[in-house]
């Protein structure tokens, strides 16, 4: 199983980026989609996540209303377009594959994180 995160880069605050995140060697659609980011000496945060019909969605407060999650389960990727970035935005951000069982979600893996920098 692999998860590729990619898409990440430098943007000056306001800016944009689209992160992606290409699964293979698992049902991609048997998964809920979920994004991480972690900044320097932070603990890693929960920034999205998307149910494995894309018909339901979550955010953190922090990227409500500036960050959208989709996929797109025909080509194993899942999304993260990023408006409005900030400087507080900036970190490794890391795409996750999840299912959710006994009222919990499951991490099953991991992708390797694409950088984030967002400077003001």
């Known amino acids: 199983v692999q998860l590729q995160a990619s898409g990440g880069g430098a943007v000056q605050a306001g800016g944009s980026l689209r992160l992606s995140c290409a699964a293979s060697?698992?049902?991609?659609?048997?998964?809920?989609m979920v994004w991480f980011r972690q900044a320097p000496g932070k603990e890693r945060e929960f920034v999205a996540r998307?149910?494995?019909?894309?018909?339901?969605?979550r955010y953190a407060d922090s990227v409500k209303g500036r960050f959208t999650i989709s996929r797109d389960n025909a080509k194993n990727t899942v999304y993260l377009q990023m408006n409005s970035l900030k400087p507080e935005d900036t970190a490794v951000y890391y795409c996750a594959a999840a299912i959710y069982a006994s009222n919990k979600y499951d991490y099953n893996y991991w992708g390797q994180g694409t950088q984030v920098t967002v400077s003001s």
């Open positions: 998307i149910s494995w019909s894309g018909s339901s969605t």
């Open positions: 060697g698992l049902t991609f659609s048997n998964y809920v």
